[in-house]
T-cell receptor, first 115, second 112 residues
């Protein structure tokens, strides 16, 4: 079974430029998460989707960040315009309630560097 | 806001030594998970503890959930270089299924 797929793996941009990240969750997982992780720190939730509905976006900086999961499968996270402080690893994770546990399966992340 | 404090933040030891990582909070969690993350990869779940006082063992790793479900510990016996990585605890509250609050992590380096 394929895991969570993310692309690109690395992205280097100049400040004020836009950037987008893509995530394809594990097949059948209805819950999708976007996290931001700074170096040597724990992940911080940005947004959580149940199918196509964003059920928790309280930590998403809405002035510059946006996300979508139009068909309830894959998702994109966009930053426009990017700032120096946005440099981090952006992790996507997915989960399903059918397993009975709250295990989240993470992708390898996209490492963003804003110059 | 539920917060999880992990200690120590950094741990550098020699192969064969034992170590304990702590995860503490003032909040009660319905369950607590421990993840391990290697460089360039996402976190991978090691264990989930649900019941206060619960102890789970995974080979050389022993996980304990506090009686009050506010804290947890991870003990590694006879650490090996392959144990090197970022260890994260993550708590799940009872009101919002699927939402995890992560600690800041413990970076463990085991030298051969």
């Amino acid at each position: 079974e394929a895991g969570v797929v993310q692309s690109p793996r690395y992205k280097i941009i100049e400040k004020k430029q836009p950037v987008a990240f893509w995530c394809n969750p594990i097949s059948g997982h209805n819950t999708l998460y976007w996290y931001r992780q700074n170096l040597g720190q724990g992940p911080e939730l940005l947004i959580r989707y149940e199918n196509e509905e964003a059920v928790d976006d309280s930590q998403l900086p809405k002035d510059r960040f946006s996300a979508e999961r139009l068909k309830g499968v894959d998702s994109t996270l966009k930053i426009q315009p990017a700032e120096l402080g946005d440099s981090a690893v952006y992790l996507c994770a997915s989960s399903t309630r059918t397993s009975g546990s709250n295990e989240q399966f993470f992708g390898p992340g996209t490492r963003l560097t804003v110059l | 806001t539920q917060l999880l404090e992990q200690s120590p933040q950094f741990l550098s030891i020699q192969e064969g030594e034992n170590l304990t990582v702590y995860c503490n909070s003032s909040s009660v969690f319905s369950s607590l998970q421990w993840y391990r993350q290697e460089p360039g990869e996402g976190p991978v779940l090691l264990v989930t503890v649900v019941t206060g006082g619960e102890v789970k063992k995974l080979k050389r790793l022993t996980f304990q959930f506090g009686d009050a479900r506010k804290d947890s510990s991870l003990h590694i016996t006879a650490a090996q270089p392959g144990d090197t990585g970022l260890y994260l605890c993550a708590g799940s509250g009872g009101t919002s299924y699927g939402k995890l609050t992560f600690g800041q992590g413990t970076i463990l380096t085991v030298h051969p």
